[in-house]
């Protein structure tokens, strides 16, 4: 398994003072709950990695390739290590702007919580993916694949899974009986069995074609048709 590096972290320093920042998001797939971002920015400028904390610095890859109990031991490490911003975008939001603007969103948000935290420099971002910011004046980089090779993208990764992860434990004992805290919202087949049992609830995507499908046959109907309506007047 490729090990993450903080090779294009101090590629980028050079002679120049910046915060380098990686942000990732978890929770784009899902039919239900947000959508929630993180940012980080290592706190040692020279990007070395303590002798103490080696092993563990090796873990911090991909939150995918990692158990939920090296996540939770990782989140706590990298709390103490980097400085950590995170942002989330509601279901509401997502139904009213759609999946990636609320997902661009989520990491404004985590980028002006993790700045207050920052010493006044300038910021360089490295997001996961192969999109920029839009509308975003700051220097930022996309880079594909990015939390399996960049170890500030990793280390985001695993702060925005670990917090999405917790908020459905809380969803779990809020709306029983969707398994929320076995699935975090996928559309696993417990979970389409479900909805098709229960129907949506408060935190189902309703803008999300599994969902609605849910839905008996003539409110399926209505629904589409204001959701159509609704697209059509933001001119998508």
């Known amino acids: 398994m490729e090990e993450t590096t903080f090779e294009m972290e101090r590629s980028l320093i050079g002679e120049k003072i910046l915060n380098i920042i990686g942000v990732d998001e978890a929770g784009r797939g899902p039919l239900a709950g947000p959508v929630v971002a993180a940012s980080v920015c290592y706190k040692d400028p020279s990007f070395s990695i303590p002798e103490t904390h080696a092993k563990e ?11 939920s109990k090296q996540r939770e031991f990782l989140f706590d490490l990298i709390h103490e290590h980097f400085h950590v911003g995170v942002g989330i975008s509601s279901v509401e939001t997502i139904d009213r702007v ?10 404004k948000a985590s980028l002006s919580d993790l700045t207050r935290k920052l010493p006044k420099s300038e910021n360089h971002i490295l997001i996961d993916g192969n999109q920029e910011l839009p509308s975003f004046s700051g220097l930022q980089e996309a880079v594909t694949k990015g939390d399996s090779i960049v170890k500030s993208i990793a280390a985001a990764s695993i702060v925005a899974k670990v917090t999405r992860d917790r908020m459905f434990e809380k969803y779990e004992n809020d709306y029983p009986g969707y398994g929320f805290a076995q699935h975090k919202g996928y559309g696993t087949e417990v ?4 909805l098709r049992h229960k129907g949506p609830c408060a935190i189902h995507r309703m803008s999300f074609k599994p969902v609605i499908l849910s ?21 998508k």
């Open 57 to 67: 610095f090796a873990l911090i890859r991909d939150s995918k390739t990692l158990s």
């Open 98 to 107: 759609n999946i990636l603007q609320a997902t661009f969103l989520a990491m």
């Open 191 to 194: 979970h389409m069995q479900a």
């Open 215 to 235: 839905l008996p046959e003539n409110v399926n109907m209505r629904f589409s048709s204001i959701l159509k309506s609704k697209r059509m007047a933001r001119g």
